[in-house]
């Protein structure tokens, strides 16, 4: 998504709002300490949790254990929504991406995105690679999750608005 299609939607926007820029929602994205990632559980439930995502080469990136709820949630369903923002009212902008999760196993882009999550908060999320996954000297191996978006929703807040990015069709 390095040139979508952006709207504002006026239903949902302060009458002198103007879209968010993409170059701003992209910010947000790439500066967010913690995201919240909701998948559905095979019999429909949804499932939310934090973590910490990686915004690159225009998707957003995330980890879980192979075991772990997210990935049996995916491995039934990929598709997802992952958000972030500030808990505050009228300040700040919160954004929400929608699309398919997909397996990164590529170790090229795994270094790159190893190295990418070695600049998240302070420095304390060090993964190397190896066979397709993560792995750390904490837990077990670490499956890797790209989701490029089909919709990114931003809404700003004080002035209220409510822009949609999606990417250009060829």
Do not use: C
């Not at 590529?106 to 270094?111: N, T």
């Not at 190893?114 to 690679?129: I, M």
């Amino acid at each position: 998504m390095n040139d979508p299609v952006t709207t504002i939607d006026s239903r949902f926007s302060d009458p002198a709002a103007r879209p968010t820029s993409w170059q701003a929602t992209q910010g947000v994205l790439e500066s967010a300490q913690i995201t919240w990632l909701t998948t559905v559980r095979v019999d429909g439930r949804p499932h939310v949790t934090p973590l910490v995502a990686v915004w690159l080469d225009g998707a957003l990136h995330f980890t879980t254990g192979p075991e772990e709820q997210k990935a049996v949630n995916l491995a039934a369903n990929p598709d997802v929504v992952l958000t972030t923002g500030r808990d505050t009212w009228d300040e700040g902008l919160d954004v929400m991406v929608e699309g398919a999760a997909r397996r990164v196993t590529d170790r090229e882009l795994l270094e790159r995105l190893a190295a990418a999550w070695r600049t998240k908060w302070d420095g304390q999320w060090v993964y190397e690679v190896g066979d397709g996954v993560f792995r750390n000297d904490v837990g077990g191996p670490a499956l890797v999750f790209a989701v490029e978006p089909a919709k990114v929703l931003a809404f700003g807040k004080g002035t209220f608005s409510h822009t949609r990015h999606v990417p250009r069709r060829p």
